[in-house]
């Protein structure tokens, strides 16, 4: 099956700084979402961006499907941006998540 | 909120006991998906309906079955609980049931520990 890798495993940062959380997938997808688990273990979709650029308020996300790889921005970090973020992708109904990228945003 | 409910959101349980989870996807959604998310295996997928059917079976153990009524509700029975099931077991759901253009929406999750 496809083999997802996110990169940093582990992020802390100062509040109002900026970030950049890579996804790197094996195959071609059909199918590339990003997703926020905040503390309290809720999944929240953030984008569905199989190809291109998306914004949405201070985040935003870019996928290169010919180069197999998808990153997220956040600007201006802020203390709730904390939790976990994962890269899921999807090709032939199987769809795989990678093992997260956890943000500490500190005040 | 996602749209998706489901229920309990916590449960505790002996092992070797059986328990039954329950979704309602969001409306107008045909598809409703199954996650296990645990600490040692990450979030695996499980199991997958569209419109009644299975379409997609994933690291889903003999021990684990589900269904979709319908109503398009699902239940994810887990059965012979053992310790290693504790986990969260998350629900979500889609529109269609294609890999493409369909964003899949989570949702809280039913937080599950064997003792």
Same mark, same amino acid.
């Given at each position: 099956? +496809?083999?997802?890798?996110?990169?940093?495993?582990?992020? *802390?940062?100062?509040?109002?700084?900026?970030?950049?959380?890579?996804?790197?997938?094996?195959? %071609?997808?059909?199918?590339?979402?990003?997703?926020?688990?905040?503390?309290?273990?809720?999944? +929240?979709?953030?984008?569905?961006?199989?190809?291109?650029? #998306?914004?949405? &308020?201070?985040?935003?996300?870019?996928?290169?499907?010919?180069?197999?790889?998808?990153?997220?921005? *956040?600007?201006?970090?802020?203390?709730?941006? %904390?939790?976990?973020?994962?890269?899921?992708?999807?090709?032939?109904?199987?769809?795989?998540?990678?093992?997260?990228?956890?943000?500490?945003? #500190?005040? | 909120?996602?749209?998706?409910?489901?229920?309990? #959101?916590?449960?505790?349980?002996?092992? &070797?006991?059986?328990?039954?989870?329950?979704?309602?996807?969001?409306?107008?959604?045909?598809?409703?998906?199954?996650?296990?998310?645990?600490?040692?295996?990450?979030?695996?997928?499980? +199991?997958?309906?569209?419109?009644?059917?299975?379409?997609?079976?994933?690291?889903?153990?003999?021990?684990? !079955?589900?269904?979709?009524?319908?109503?398009?509700? !699902?239940?994810?029975?887990?059965? %012979?609980?053992?310790?290693?099931?504790?986990?969260?077991?998350?629900?979500?759901?889609?529109?269609?049931?294609?890999?493409?253009?369909?964003?899949?929406?989570?949702?809280?999750?039913?937080?599950?520990?064997?003792?």
């Amino acid at each position: 099956g +496809i083999q997802v890798e996110q990169s940093p495993p582990d992020l *802390i940062l100062q509040e109002g700084a900026n970030s950049t959380l890579r996804c790197n997938f094996s195959d %071609s997808v059909n199918n590339l979402q990003w997703f926020h688990q905040n503390p309290w273990g809720q999944l +929240i979709n953030l984008f569905y961006i199989p190809s291109g650029t #998306k914004q949405n &308020g201070r985040l935003s996300a870019t996928t290169v499907a010919t180069e197999r790889y998808s990153l997220l921005y *956040i600007s201006s970090s802020q203390t709730t941006d %904390s939790g976990v973020y994962f890269c899921a992708v999807r090709n032939n109904n199987d769809m795989r998540f990678g093992a997260g990228t956890r943000l500490t945003v #500190k005040p | 909120d996602s749209g998706v409910t489901q229920t309990p #959101k916590h449960l505790i349980t002996a092992t &070797g006991q059986r328990v039954t989870l329950r979704c309602s996807p969001r409306s107008g959604d045909l598809s409703v998906y199954w996650y296990q998310q645990s600490l040692d295996q990450g979030l695996q997928f499980l +199991i997958q309906y569209y419109n009644g059917e299975e379409r997609a079976k994933g690291n889903i153990l003999e021990r684990f !079955s589900a269904q979709q009524f319908p109503d398009l509700h !699902s239940e994810l029975n887990l059965s %012979s609980l053992e310790l290693g099931d504790s986990a969260l077991y998350f629900c979500a759901s889609s529109v269609g049931w294609s890999d493409s253009g369909n964003t899949i929406y989570f949702g809280e999750g039913s937080w599950l520990t064997v003792v």
